[in-house]
């Protein structure tokens, strides 16, 4: 059965602070792997990851995906209050998105 | 160009009633997609649908829950005797179609049975 966990389920930093979101993952057939950013509402698309080792980079958020060790890594620096959410990674299946739980970030001024 | 629209935003419930949600995909999105999220819970595949077509719907309880999308219209989820394990936000997504793995949320609807 697919499987995505991410790490660690909850986290608190001050702004200003560099963090380091981890999902990795056990999938029979890989497609593709997508970040959404939640917060109390609907989740928004940050980055879509099919190929290894390829960084993809948005303002103060990056990430990248190893298939050989079948992790994903979502970095953000400088955080900001504003980046205080629920992370969620998800993994594509043949029709629909399989998510972990998500990491909850708190930022505090 | 407006997102993934769903209404209502709130729905209140009594045990045994009838719950309607409604989604209207991304313009140019024919593809739509319904998730739930229990409290404290991830997001959870219920239901994928083409135009007139349910294509996976192996996320569904079996009973009580249906989905549609008809050619003219929203996207309607329909749970019938509600009960209170069915309080939860329900997110529809949409994508552009077959071999577009993004999927863009609309902002869902809480459902709260009493």
């Known amino acids: 059965e697919d499987k995505v966990v991410q790490s660690p389920l909850s986290l608190v930093v001050h702004e200003g602070d560099t963090v380091t979101l981890n999902c990795s993952y056990e999938?029979?057939?890989?497609?593709?792997l997508l970040w959404y950013k939640q917060e109390k509402k609907a989740p928004t698309f940050l980055f879509m990851l099919?190929?290894?080792?390829i960084e993809k980079k948005s303002g103060r958020l990056s990430s990248i995906l190893d298939k050989k060790e079948l992790f994903s890594i979502l970095n953000i620096t400088a955080t900001q209050t504003g980046d205080s959410a629920i992370y969620l990674c998800?993994?594509?299946?043949?029709?629909?998105?399989?998510f972990g739980t998500g990491t909850r970030l708190t930022v505090i001024p | 160009n407006a997102g993934v629209m769903q209404n209502p935003r709130h729905l209140v419930r009594r045990r045994g009633q009838e719950a309607r949600l409604r989604c209207s995909p991304m313009?140019?999105?024919?593809?739509v997609y319904w998730y739930r999220q229990l409290p404290e819970e991830g997001l959870k595949f219920m239901v994928y649908?083409?135009?007139?077509?349910?294509?996976?719907e192996s996320g569904m309880p079996k009973e009580r829950f249906s989905a549609e999308f008809p050619k003219e219209g929203p996207s309607i989820l329909r749970i019938q005797q509600v009960v209170r394990g069915d309080s939860a936000a329900y997110f529809c997504?949409?994508?552009?179609?077959?071999?577009?793995?993004?999927?863009?949320f609309g902002p869902g609807t809480r459902l709260t049975v009493t």
């Open positions: 313009k140019g999105h024919s593809h």
């Open positions: 998800a993994l594509t299946g043949a029709n629909n998105l399989f």
């Open positions: 099919t190929s290894s080792g």
């Open positions: 999938v029979t057939n890989f497609r593709s």
């Open positions: 997504a949409s994508s552009s179609g077959v071999g577009s793995y993004e999927q863009y």
């Open positions: 649908l083409q135009k007139e077509n349910i294509i996976d």
